[in-house]
């Protein structure tokens, strides 16, 4: 870290120099001419793929890719720099026009295009900048507090610009070159997202190696740009997303889905890119599936949700009923039941008028409760079921119920008329059993009879 800290002071003192070549060294060195004499050489002669049976690493066309990945991040990193001298001394100019304009080239351009002019109605940038950026960019320069700068201060600004210019065409050449190699170096990531912008992924990202450790997050942000609303709504501004966005992919689909298939093109990105750096598939397949996996799934977000069936009703006692049988439930389907009294109230006697509660029609009707004219509600009260039932039990188990006679049986039992009857046991359970009605004096078992008076 303290390193870091060390080298980011040191570019920082690099830009208060006044001299362009001691701030950009890079056009300068053997390293970034020789790379770029092999890139044209190699896009001269074209493709050359006779070396496909050979080590990855031992072959000498991806050595040179892996030196132009290398050399477009040091090209990035020198268009910063001259891009921050150029900020430096068109300030005193417009100081406005870094916060309106923030990308390096886009700048550089401007810059050159203006000048020391200042009325900016002169100057036309159509083609440089956006129709709502020019309009922001005009209206601050008629208001800035800027001055003129001097020949030689004006004259270090446009050689800055030049040279940016010309690192920004040497960084496309050599993502050209990249591009034309794609097919052989990274088949599967090419099929996935397509060469040019396979070749701006491993351009950015360093290599093929480091694009394979990269997370997919950022794999999505890759060659993003900062957003310049210049005081207008965010709300129309679309998410952040870097080169993906310029896959066949992400344009043919629509607007509402694209945030969702920038995520699934960026993981994807990064799984391609991950075989291609073991050389896991040279024939490419795994991209193709890779590709024909995304077209589902974006397919598939597209369908309209199924149609809501009707719910058909179940066949009525088509299913066993849940519910067990016995005494308990008996009595408390009798404990709910509909009364009597409810299902006369329920019913209505063809062409007599029904009695009401409040009378002439008004209030809760009666139904076939009443009688007509006697102004009185008779309903016959009768014993339910389960009460008989139970009387009958009691009474079978008081009496007995089997044919054998108890030692405890009573010959004596009390009747109804005042008195005292002997009977039989046996013959009164025979008479319960047969249904005959009993009387006092029977042929088996009566005795006497004791009245009193």
């Known amino acids: 870290m303290e390193e870091d800290i060390d080298g980011d002071l040191a570019d920082i003192e690099a830009l208060n120099y006044d001299d362009l070549d001691s701030v950009a060294k890079l056009q300068k060195t053997q390293r970034y001419i020789d790379i770029m004499q092999k890139v044209e050489d190699a896009l001269g002669k074209g493709s050359d793929f006779s070396n496909q049976g050979m080590v990855l690493e031992d072959d000498p066309e991806y050595q040179l890719i892996v030196d132009c990945n290398v ?36 700048y550089a351009r401007v810059v050159k295009k203006i000048g020391n002019e200042t009325d900016l109605t002169l100057v036309d940038l159509e083609g440089l900048l956006p129709s709502a950026i020019i309009m922001v960019v ?12 001097p020949e030689d201060v004006l004259q270090k600004t ?35 997202v397509g060469s040019a912008v396979a070749a701006k992924l491993m351009g950015t990202a360093g290599g093929l190696s480091a694009l394979a450790k990269m997370p997919a997050c950022n794999v999505q942000l890759l060659g993003a740009k900062k957003k310049t609303l210049a005081g207008f709504s965010t709300a129309t501004s679309q998410f952040r997303v870097g080169y993906i966005e310029q896959t066949e992919i992400f344009q043919t689909t629509p607007p509402a889905l694209r945030s969702r298939a920038c995520r699934l093109l960026a993981s994807k990105a990064t799984l391609a890119a991950r075989i291609d750096s073991t050389r896991g598939d040279p024939s490419g397949n795994g ?18 949700p199924p149609a809501k069936q009707p719910k058909p009703l179940p066949v009525p006692d088509s299913e066993p009923k849940k519910k067990r049988g016995g005494r ?77 006679t108890s030692g405890l049986t009573s010959s004596l039992a009390f009747t109804p008329v005042q008195g005292i009857e002997l009977t039989n046991p046996q013959a009164h359970a025979h008479q319960l059993g047969s249904g005959t009605q009993s009387t006092y004096f029977s042929e088996t078992g009566t005795f006497s009879k004791i009245r009193r008076t």
């Open 328 to 404: 308990r439930l008996r009595k408390m389907k009798e404990r709910y039941a509909i009364t009597d009294m409810r299902k006369l109230a329920n019913r209505m006697q063809f062409g007599v008028p029904e009695e009401s509660s409040l009378g002439d029609g008004l209030g809760e009707g009666y139904g076939m409760l009443g009688q007509a004219g006697s102004g009185k509600l008779r309903v016959s009260v009768g014993q339910s079921k389960l009460a008989a039932k139970v009387a009958k039990k009691f009474k079978e188990k008081r009496y007995g119920s089997s044919g054998a």
């Open 138 to 149: 005009s209206v601050t320069a008629s208001t800035t507090s800027g001055k003129p700068l």
């Open 287 to 304: 991209g193709r599936s890779l590709k024909e996996e995304i077209h589902k799934k974006i397919e598939k977000w597209q369908e309209p």
């Open 71 to 106: 050399l477009s991040v040091d090209i990035e990193n020198e268009i910063v720099i001259i891009h921050n001298f150029i900020r430096d001394k068109y300030r005193l100019k417009f100081p406005e026009l870094e916060s309106l304009v923030h990308h390096p080239i886009d």
């Open 158 to 192: 446009i050689d800055a610009c030049d040279r940016a210019l010309v690192l920004d065409a040497a960084k496309k050449k050599v993502l050209d070159f990249v591009e034309s190699r794609m097919g052989y170096i990274a088949p599967n990531l090419s099929t996935v």
